[in-house]
């Protein structure tokens, strides 16, 4: 399985950006996806995931109600709408496929078993 993590970028405090995934190698439908972030000297930490339908997602409280996932599974792809950015989202974000077809979408990275490569989201006036 090969992840392509995409739409990384510089971008004003309260600006936007979207982030995409692009799967090939595995039948993508079937498996959740998460975004994780890792900020300069910190650990990587949980931001968003969707389960195989995209009828269930999951965030971190931190990013609930400016950040959105979603997923095309016809073009084995799964966003990351970023609004109303703060300094503190500044970070490498990265997508991951979960391990266990039709699960629930996880908060956890030992759930996912392939990651994609990261794109830079950097927050800054």
């Known amino acids: 399985v090969q992840l392509q993590a995409s739409g990384g970028g510089l971008v004003q405090p309260g600006g936007s950006l979207r982030l995409s995934c692009i799967a090939s190698g595995r039948t993508f439908s079937w498996y959740a996806v998460g975004w994780f972030r890792q900020a300069p000297g910190k650990e990587r930490d949980f931001v968003a995931a969707i389960n195989w339908s995209g009828g269930k997602t999951n965030y971190v409280?931190?990013?609930?109600?400016?950040?959105?996932?979603?997923r095309d599974?016809?073009?084995?792809?799964?966003?990351?709408?970023?609004?109303?950015?703060?300094?503190?989202?500044?970070?490498?974000y990265y997508c991951a496929v979960g391990s266990l077809k039709f699960a629930?979408?996880?908060?956890?990275?030992?759930s996912?078993?392939?990651w994609g490569q990261g794109t830079e989201v950097t927050v800054s006036s």
């Open 73 to 92: 599974n016809a073009k084995n792809t799964v966003y990351l709408q970023m609004n109303s950015l703060e300094p503190e989202d500044t970070a490498v």
């Open 112 to 114: 996912y078993d392939y």
């Open 61 to 70: 409280d931190s990013v609930k109600g400016r950040f959105t996932i979603s």
């Open 104 to 110: 629930d979408p996880s908060r956890t990275g030992s």
